[in-house]
């Protein structure tokens, strides 16, 4: 029964991707709603972005600073962590993980509440592909607009973790700089983007579905909002899992 | 003109619609009614598209809505308005936005084309000068004719309308009724409307299908409702006592006349 309900969902999930995927009616309608989503996407999470980002750079730096201790480590080992972890794992899994709960979620009660209110039926007599108009501008504004804010995280953990052992006095200056400046591989800047571009993909493209499928009333409405944050924190992380196998 | 034929829908086992043939002519206004569950939005749903049919046809004057592609059928549904039962207006954009929407997507207006023709959407529903206020600021009856108005910016050929009195005081269904008989008129535009306002019936039904369990069980206009002796008509339409004195009465006038 629950392979059932998977299969059907992914399905009806790759139809509607399908659907989405068509050449506009119009592109300055698309491109005015591409537009107003990069700024419900961008604009609207950087602060949140910023939030959670100096304190995971501050704790990561805290922590491994706790694990070195008196070991034979040097502590320049510091900075050159905090900045291997922000930009192959924190930044872009963490971040999107948020998004999905921020933006995935309003997505998804967008569009459902879309569907409830007949808007998305309204469209659908207009001679407008809801699927397309809906759906792509959201995606494309996402992939746009989310690897920027995973560079932004990134940029702002790596702030922290100097924050957080350099003004106390943990490690100098000198030293949290040498460590960002060791062993730099520029694939795993490389892997960031990729992973932000994809989680960005699964996290919107999910919740979509999620809204565009709602039916019923508010009880529905909720569920298929919680069901877009579920679904694509567990997407996300099975990706994030396969991006890792894939590219190192 | 829009035809049906042997249309059925079934949700799982339920089968909604049972077999409706049936025409809906063009520049008058087509009724359906029934009660409760009859399977009225079911239809119009099919008839716009909405919904697929278990089997059957929907003819477009000769265009089969269901055997051609989906880009086929948008470009027929550009030449179709609807108007919602709960309006379907956008709640985030102006009363002037929502008219000028269909126009910002398909067509190739100028910005000054484009308000003249909401102007003129407005006046055509007597709403002149409400263009900037939003859909919750205006009421109710008022939202109904910024639907129509939307429905009929792009000069449809046909225009379906679902409860459109629904939630109106009388007096404002009469006047929303009018509105709707005279643009289908004067546009002569092939009207479906889905309702069961007896005043809507007996005003503008020229063209009145009753459906009972999903069966067309009359067809007729609002002349016939009155002369015919059809039982499941009688007991649908003149459902009240009150109802069935006033029959009996203007029957009697009639009658007197001739």
Sequence with gaps: ??????????????????????????????????????????????????????????????????????????????????????????APTITCLVLAGKVGSNMAAEIGGMRQKEHIDAMEIMGVNTAA???????????????????????????GGYLSTVIPGTISHTEYVLGLRTFFVPRYVFMMFVKAAVFAFLLTSISCYMGYNAKGGSIELGEASTNAVVMSDVFILVFDFLIALILT | MIRTVDLFKSFGENEVLKGITTEFYAGKPNLIIGSSGAGKTVLLKLL?????????????????????????????????????????????????????????MFTKKSTAEKNKRVDECLEMVNMEGINDRFPSEVSGGMQKRVGIARAMVLKPKYLFCDEPNSGLDPKTSILIDELIYDLTHENKITTVINTHDMNSVMGIGENIVLLKDGHLVWQGNKHEVLESDKEVLQDFIFASPFLRRLREDALKQRHAND
């Design chain 1, 1 to 90: 029964m629950v392979i059932d309900k998977f299969f059907f969902n992914l399905g009806s999930y790759v139809n509607l991707l399908r659907s989405s995927l068509t050449r506009p009616e119009k592109f300055s309608m698309y491109y005015k709603e591409t537009v107003r989503q990069m700024d419900a996407i961008g604009v609207g999470s950087v602060f949140i972005v910023l939030l959670i980002s100096i304190f995971i750079g501050m704790v990561t730096a805290v922590q491994f600073a706790d694990q070195l201790g008196d070991s034979f480590v040097p502590s320049y080992y510091i900075g050159y962590i905090v900045r291997d972890i922000t930009i192959i794992e924190m």
């Design chain 1, 133 to 159: 108009y809906l759906i792509l501008p959201k995606i494309i504004a996402a992939v746009v607009v989310i690897p920027m804010l995973v560079a932004i995280s990134a940029f702002v953990s790596i702030i």
């Design chain 2, 48 to 104: 716009v598209g909405l919904f697929k049919p278990t089997s059957g046809q929907v003819f477009y004057d000769d265009t089969d809505l269901f055997a051609i592609g989906d880009e086929a059928l948008r470009e027929v549904r550009m030449k179709v308005g609807m108007l919602f039962q709960g309006n379907a207006l956008f709640d985030s954009m102006t009363v002037g936005e929502n008219i000028r929407f269909p126009m910002d």
